[in-house]
């Protein structure tokens, strides 16, 4: 009861709730992607890279929101490259994008005056300082995702379940798939408000992941994978506002409460199953 | 007069510095059951993916329908291995059959009325119009084989390309997907890379073995010597000709 009337007298709960959903959204509908690809390590070195990006346009006072979109498409698409274009193994690029980033991102915030407690809410997040400002810039993110997803749903789902029939097929394989890292990049960038770019993975794996234990489709594990994501962006909040817990890391407790009570869900159906034949 | 549907000439391809496949000429006829046999790693399913246009030869020439690969694929149907795929990956039965309707040229089309009935057609002749709904994690390894074969019979090949069909599956399943084969080559040519010699010698038309080099290449009922030799030694083949079929 005092959440709710804390969050009709304050705007900047409703800010937060509103991140959150739009959050969910992004993550609903990428998240599952990452899953069914197995990805997730890409996505880590992605929402690490977005700190140098931050970093950078900060210490030249350009707009950090730029910095961002700009370092997580470029690991997105120096990673593809490697990956796709060369077939060569990726993984110790991750490393090194995933590293390399953060320690750009440490160095040039270290040396901008003014924002060194600013970095603590890029790791963690700050979804209580949402202004509409940058809920409008999260619309922007959400409305070019889903426009992507809805016009390219078959290829995408094609290319990520069998590369080689969508090449006989005549599809742009390469660019379905650069395109789709750059969709993930785009949906870190829109994460890092709520969730910090260290909780950020944990945003896109754990909703789509549970979803995955009883999604039929890829649309179906959208659908239940943003309802997960906004059980958990609406809960998190919930649960930090009395004892004043940081937000972002209540939200992805939240969406790991749900993952294990999915998981714990499916065992006992198995099991049920697996007596009953 | 039958037409040479593909045509491999002084072919050498492979992977990674290795040739998978040397020096291969091979000429596939219109309507015949050519069955590709080898021993594992002999090339058999790199020759397909060089029929297909997937890989690129080092020498010699590739034609399909007289044109280059890549230009005719669409005139070919591919069924890969069944192994090769992610069970846990959430798609229907039905959704991985329309995939063989998409068109990179019509990026963001919808299925169309004639992509609808292609995919029911191509079910109800594999027999699995009544699993179209089913996700793919809940089939078995002959539904999924079965699944895979109407997805390439759903983009209404001429030519069908089949990697191992059989090996996922048991042997009578087996049988009725060689079965479901034979009714199929009444209207489509079909090469099948097979480990299943006996099953090869019962259906197919004619054989060819492959051991990086093409070894041997004889009628189907006249290869069981010629594996011996491509194997190295006697090989124990199971009558399957009593079910009918053989040609």
Redesign the interface.
């Known amino acids: 009861m005092e959440f709710l009337s804390a969050f009709l007298q304050h705007g900047f709960l409703r800010n937060a709730l509103a991140a959150g959903l739009l959050a969910a959204l992004g993550c609903g509908l990428i998240g599952p992607f990452v899953v069914v690809r197995r990805i997730s390590s890409l996505t880590g070195a992605i929402a690490h890279a977005v700190l140098g990006g931050m970093g950078i346009a900060l210490y030249f006072g350009g707009p950090p929101l730029a910095g961002a979109i700009v370092a997580a498409v470029g690991a997105a698409l120096l990673i593809g490259w490697i990956g796709l274009v060369r077939k060569e193994r990726e993984d110790a690029l991750i490393g090194a994008i995933w590293a390399t980033g953060m320690a750009v991102g440490i160095v040039f915030i270290a040396k901008t005056p003014g924002y060194d407690t600013e970095l603590l809410s890029y790791l963690f997040g700050s979804i209580l300082m949402v202004d509409s400002s940058q809920l409008w810039g999260m619309v922007v993110l959400d409305a070019v995702i889903a426009a992507a997803v809805a016009l390219l749903y078959r290829p995408f789902v094609a290319v990520s379940f069998d590369e080689e029939l969508a090449r006989l097929r005549g599809l742009p394989v390469v660019a379905l798939q650069l395109l789709l890292l750059v969709l993930v990049s785009l949906t870190v960038v829109l994460l890092i408000r709520v969730a910090g770019l260290v909780l950020v993975l944990a945003l896109l794996t754990l909703p789509s992941a549970a979803a995955g234990h009883w999604a039929r489709s890829l649309a179906g594990m959208m659908a239940v994978a943003t309802l997960l994501g906004g059980v958990a962006a609406a809960g998190g909040l919930w649960i930090s506002y009395a004892p004043d817990l940081p937000a972002g890391a209540t939200i992805v407790l939240v969406a790991a409460g749900l993952f294990l009570a999915s998981l714990a869900l499916r065992a006992l159906r198995d099991r049920s199953i697996s007596r009953t034949t | 007069m039958t037409e040479t549907v593909v045509e491999l000439s002084h072919v050498t391809a492979g992977y990674a510095g290795l040739n998978a496949i040397e020096d291969v000429s091979l000429s596939i006829m219109q309507g015949e059951f050519l069955a590709l046999v080898g021993p594992n790693g002999g090339g058999k399913s790199t020759l397909l993916k060089v029929v ?1 246009g ?1 890989l690129a030869p080092r020498a010699g020439t590739v034609r399909v329908f007289g044109s280059f690969p890549a230009d005719s ?2 005139r ?1 149907g ?1 069924v ?1 291995q069944a192994a090769r ?2 069970r ?5 039965v039905s ?2 059959v ?3 309707r ?4 019509h ?2 089309a919808r299925p169309s009325a004639a992509d609808r009935a292609a995919v029911a057609a191509a079910l109800e002749e594999m027999r699995i119009a009544h699993l179209s ?1 089913r ?1 793919v994690a809940a089939l078995s390894g002959g539904e999924l084989q079965r699944a895979l074969i109407a ?1 390439a019979l759903a ?1 209404e090949p001429e030519v069908l390309l089949l990697d191992e069909p059989t090996s996922s599956v048991d042997a009578r399943m087996g049988e009725t997907i060689y079965d479901l084969l034979v009714r199929l080559n009444a209207r489509i040519t079909l090469v099948v890379v097979s480990h299943d010699i006996g099953f090869v010698t019962a259906h197919a038309g004619r054989v060819a073995c492959l051991n990086r080099t093409l070894v041997c290449h004889a009628p189907g009922a006249l290869a069981t010597e010629a594996l011996a030799h491509l194997y190295g030694g006697p090989v124990r083949v199971i009558d399957h000709t009593s079910g009918g079929g053989a040609h």
Not at chain 2, 88 to 92: G, K, M, R, V
Not at chain 2, 102 to 105: E, F, H, I, N, P
């Open positions: 297909l997937l694929r669409r070919l591919y890969p795929f992610d846990d990956f959430p798609i229907s959704d991985l329309a995939q063989a998409l068109d990179g040229a990026l963001f709904r996700p997805r983009s």
